[in-house]
């Protein structure tokens, strides 16, 4: 038997679930100090949520909305419609070198770095696009991230593997540093997520927390691994971590 390929996000249902990113995503944008006319890339701009408040803070700047999923632009192109020449769209690896020509005042980034295995590559190829003093600003998952949910998808199925880089904010600020980043400051923050239960838990673990790992299971197998790993959860809660990163490019 083959198996079913999910070859993209389900952006759709991704952006209908996505609360905790927005909400997180809210804080990260306000940590950027901006005039209102500035150049942004939003690394890894997803659906477009976080996007979204971005742009509300840019009157007379613009957005560079970068994702490695051409499902997530397709939907961010649709909520960002109304914004009009004030936001680009660019389907880009940040493992690989980014194709920018834009000059970019700074770089914000909300829950994808974990996504990205290299982080070496990853903020050198930040720091390649941004200029110098340009701002980056960015939250991801960190070590103990979903922890709890790891380990019940393990019993679950004892081939689950984490494909997630969760990275600690040591380990973190060196890699700034050796990627010309200053002004570094890295941090943990826990955060602990309540989600309804039934059909809204289920799809976000679907369609966010388990995607990858139900790409490789036959398609018959997907809902019964999603509902033995509730069934085995005493509550629906997420154990998040998050790592937080603010940093400058050096001059």
């Known amino acids: 038997m083959t198996r079913g390929v999910i070859s993209d996000w389900n952006a759709g249902v991704y952006d209908r679930v996505s609360d905790p990113q927005a909400r997180w995503g809210a804080s990260v944008v306000s940590w950027l100090p901006l005039e209102g006319d500035e150049?942004?890339?939003?690394?890894?701009c997803g659906s477009g949520r976080v996007t979204e408040q971005l742009l509300g803070r840019l009157p007379n700047?613009?957005?560079?909305?970068?994702?490695?999923?051409?499902?997530?632009?397709?939907?961010?192109?649709v909520r960002l419609a109304r914004f009009g020449g004030r936001v680009s769209f660019l389907q880009a690896d940040l493992a690989l070198p980014l194709p920018v020509n834009d000059e970019i005042d700074a770089v914000l980034s909300t829950a994808t770095f974990h996504w990205v295995l290299d982080h070496d590559a990853l903020f050198a190829n930040l720091a390649s696009v941004l200029k110098p003093g340009g701002r980056l600003v960015a939250q991801c998952g960190g070590p103990g991230n979903v922890a709890k949910l790891i380990e019940i998808a393990c019993d679950v199925d004892p081939t689950f593997a984490s494909p997630h880089t969760f990275e600690t904010p040591e380990a973190t600020r060196a890699r700034l540093e050796r990627s010309g980043f200053v002004g570094i400051r890295t941090w943990l923050s826990d955060e602990p997520t309540r989600f309804e239960p039934g059909e809204t838990f289920e799809s976000f673990l679907e369609a966010v927390c388990f995607r990858a790992h139900l790409d490789r299971l036959l398609p018959e197998g997907r809902r019964p691994f999603i509902e033995s790993v509730v069934a085995r959860m005493p509550d629906p809660v997420l154990d998040y971590v998050r790592l937080n990163?603010?940093?400058?490019r050096a001059s």
């Open 245 to 248: 990163i603010v940093a400058r």
């Open 39 to 44: 150049t942004v890339l939003d690394a890894g």
């Open 61 to 77: 700047g613009r957005v560079l909305a970068l994702d490695a999923s051409a499902a997530m632009l397709a939907e961010a192109r």
